[in-house]
């Protein structure tokens, strides 16, 4: 075989060698920040299901103030229930304390997470199922949740119980 064949060939196989290091890199990359991404989603996702297993213990325990904890401390917090909208965390907290006046009423609550969904960085969408088991009659229904962060914490900014 002529010298320029061998030559082009091995030119060609160093080519195809050094193509593929570098898809190889690339897919490297791309993998690590994939996996990057996945942890910090990860990692607010458990974050907020920590807060929802706070107000569980909280409530468990008969302490409204400590289930409140995870709402926001403003007067801009929507709370939406059967009696209509309340703004503002005060409002909210006098009304749980309002309807849930005692152990009985209160009863030991579960709650049913069935979707987070992350819709930026600061903001996290959450539905689930809740439930009351106690003497004075069980009770359940559906929430929606919008979380924000607010100074490196998850609170509740919105929700939407029925």
Same mark, same amino acid.
């Given at each position: 075989?002529?010298?320029?064949?061998?030559?082009?060939?091995?030119? /060609?196989?160093?080519?195809?060698?050094?193509?593929? $290091?570098?898809?190889?890199?690339? /897919?490297?990359?791309?993998?690590?920040?994939?996996?990057?991404?996945?942890?910090?989603?990860?990692?607010?996702?458990?974050?907020? $299901?920590? %807060? /929802?297993?706070?107000?569980?213990?909280?409530?468990? $325990?008969?302490?409204?103030?400590? #289930? /409140?904890?995870?709402?926001?401390? !403003?007067? &801009?917090?929507?709370?939406?229930?059967?009696?209509?909208?309340?703004?503002?965390?005060?409002?909210?907290?006098?009304?749980?304390?309002?309807?849930? !006046?005692?152990?009985?009423?209160?009863?030991?609550? =579960? =709650?049913?997470?069935?979707?987070?969904?992350?819709?930026?960085?600061?903001?996290? #969408? @959450? %539905?689930?199922?809740?439930? +009351?088991? $106690?003497?004075?009659?069980? %009770?359940?229904?559906?929430?929606?949740? +919008?979380?924000?962060?607010?100074?490196?914490?998850? @609170?509740? %900014?919105?929700?939407? &119980? !029925?």
């Amino acid at each position: 075989m002529p010298i320029d064949y061998l030559n082009k060939k091995k030119i /060609m196989q160093q080519s195809y060698a050094s193509c593929f $290091r570098a898809k190889m890199s690339l /897919m490297s990359v791309f993998l690590l920040l994939l996996t990057t991404a996945t942890f910090a989603q990860s990692k607010d996702e458990s974050a907020i $299901r920590q %807060v /929802m297993a706070g107000q569980t213990e909280a409530w468990n $325990r008969g302490s409204i103030d400590d #289930f /409140m904890k995870s709402y926001w401390k !403003s007067d &801009s917090l929507m709370f939406i229930g059967q009696s209509g909208i309340t703004y503002g965390y005060t409002n909210t907290l006098n009304n749980y304390k309002k309807n849930y !006046s005692d152990a009985d009423k209160m009863g030991k609550l =579960f =709650f049913t997470l069935l979707k987070i969904e992350k819709l930026s960085p600061e903001y996290y #969408f @959450v %539905v689930g199922k809740w439930f +009351l088991k $106690r003497k004075a009659g069980d %009770v359940g229904g559906v929430y929606t949740l +919008l979380f924000r962060k607010i100074n490196g914490q998850w @609170v509740i %900014v919105a929700d939407h &119980s !029925s």
